[in-house]
């Protein structure tokens, strides 16, 4: 489990392009928002903490990381995969534009 505060998350808008952005970062991770206390929670399968993180910022939050417990996987797998988390063909960071507060 790995939990962010996204400050700057202040609509359902924000809550899908970060749960996009996550899942952009890890397909298979599962994601609670809770708005009212601006906290993301991540259940990754296969994406560490700063993936996600970097995975936030590209959607145009600004994560700050409160916990994380690295999942089991990672330390089995020898060969790293270190392009795992390519943003590149998901939409490209901040052109969802929700012009909730932040513009
Ligand atoms: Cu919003």
């Known amino acids: 489990m790995i ?7 202040t609509c359902g808008h924000c809550v899908r392009a970060i749960t ?5 970062a890890d397909s298979g991770a599962r994601v609670q928002v809770d708005l009212a206390a601006h906290r ?5 399968v296969a994406a560490q903490a700063p993936a996600l993180l970097h995975a936030i910022q590209q959607a145009g939050y600004t994560p700050t990381l409160l916990a994380a417990s690295e999942p089991a996987i990672a ?3 020898p060969g790293p995969a270190a392009g795992q988390a390519r ?8 052109g969802g534009g ?3 507060g932040s513009r």
Do not use: L, T, Y
């Open 98 to 100: 929700c012009g909730c």
């Open 20 to 24: 996009e952005a996550v899942h952009c």
């Open 87 to 94: 943003g590149s063909s998901c939409g490209g960071g901040a």
């Open 3 to 9: 939990a962010f505060e996204v400050n700057d998350m």
């Open 40 to 44: 993301v929670q991540i259940e990754p």
């Open 75 to 77: 330390a089995s797998e």
